[in-house]
């Protein structure tokens, strides 16, 4: 990792910029879950830490519309287990 990086990762959460729709700030950052978007008290998990660092104003609003639209982790079915134990059969 470069001297550079980890600067900027230290100083997450940085403010993305103003959401189009109502101007309210758009935040990224490092959170418990992984890397991050949020506008006020909602959040959308980004999928690499890259995207944290690089993530520009116009991509988070199709990801808040995504997660508004039912995407995201709330949105998504549930994985088959991977091993059923013989008392769950």
Known sequence: MTHDRAIKLLSLPREVGPHPEDQEMVLAGLGRYGPYI???KTYVNLPGIDDV???GSTAPSTLFEEKKNGGGRR???AQAPL???AKAR
């Open 83 to 85: 091993k059923e134990s």
């Open 75 to 77: 949105g998504r079915q």
């Open 53 to 55: 660092l690089e993530i």
């Open 38 to 40: 949020q506008k006020g």
